[in-house]
């Protein structure tokens, strides 16, 4: 497949590299254009990719056209490529809370794949919630459910109501277990253990209990059930977060997340 990426920032980077690595397209056949000519060049020599300032330019002879830029510089872009685009392209946004209509419109183009990733795709283990407009074909299917599977696992929504839902889970997602880690390390720190161990201690401890819950197949609840022995040290510190009302405060967090993502989308 031939692809564009229009934007090259630090997503738009993740899922070139995960496409080069899982050998979906040469570099021969990827471009990406940026207004930044420093991130152009950055691109240019480790990935041996075509770059260019031209939005036009770089879509041209393309299957595949990525808008990997930020949602406030979306319309600038599609009025930009509006109208030069052929009908057979397949056009892959991951601009957060933009809706397919609103992309499909902006562009007068119909064969559309609205995407959220989150961040850990950077270092293959993201995860993606993703749609298509009912013009986009098996094949084109299949060609999105590759790239974003290089970058680490995706769901597939018929509908499109689900992706503010997802955005609010894993497109936030990463930022509320950075704060859950960040607090754990200082509460370390604060009965007295060095930062530098704190630090190992947590985050080995983040990544072993996330790779536990998916290999075990267990729910988190049978799991957290079997750390927590009568009278121990567990029970003691789930009753304090139980107390402080920690399962109410991310549920309020995760509405107020969602309700903002379906303000951005209108």
């Known amino acids: 497949m031939k692809i564009a990426f229009i934007g090259g920032g630090n997503m738009g980077e993740a899922m070139l590299a995960a496409v080069l690595k ?87 183009h119909s064969r559309a794949v609205r995407c959220m990733p989150n961040t850990p795709a950077q270092v293959g283990f993201g995860m993606s919630a993703w749609t298509a407009t009912a013009e986009v074909t098996e094949e084109q299917k299949g060609w999105s459910q590759a790239i974003l599977g290089a970058m680490g696992k995706e769901i597939y929504f018929d509908d499109e109501k689900y992706l503010d839902m997802a955005t609010a889970v894993i497109g936030s997602g990463p930022a509320y277990v950075f704060l859950f880690t960040e607090s754990l390390i200082d509460a370390a720190v604060n009965i007295g253990l060095p930062r530098k161990e704190a630090e190992e201690l947590v985050s080995q401890t983040m990544l072993g209990s996330a790779h536990l819950m998916q290999e075990s197949g267990k729910p988190p609840a049978e799991l957290r059930r079997n750390v927590t022995s009568r009278g121990g040290t567990t029970e003691r510190a789930l009753k304090v977060f139980e107390e402080g009302g920690f399962a109410k405060l991310v549920e309020d967090a995760v509405e107020a997340a969602y309700r903002r993502a379906k303000e951005l989308g209108s």
């Open 22 to 108: 899982k050998k979906l397209a040469a570099s021969a056949d990827i471009c990406v254009s940026d207004v930044s000519e420093s991130r152009r060049e950055y691109l240019k020599k480790p990935y041996g990719i075509a770059v260019m300032a031209s939005n036009r330019e770089a879509v041209r002879g393309k299957d595949i056209v990525v808008l990997a830029v930020k949602p406030q510089n979306l319309p600038e872009v599609m009025a930009d490529l509006k109208g030069c685009l052929k009908s057979t392209q397949l056009v892959l946004s991951i601009a957060a809370g933009v809706k397919i209509s609103t992309i499909c419109q902006g562009l007068g």
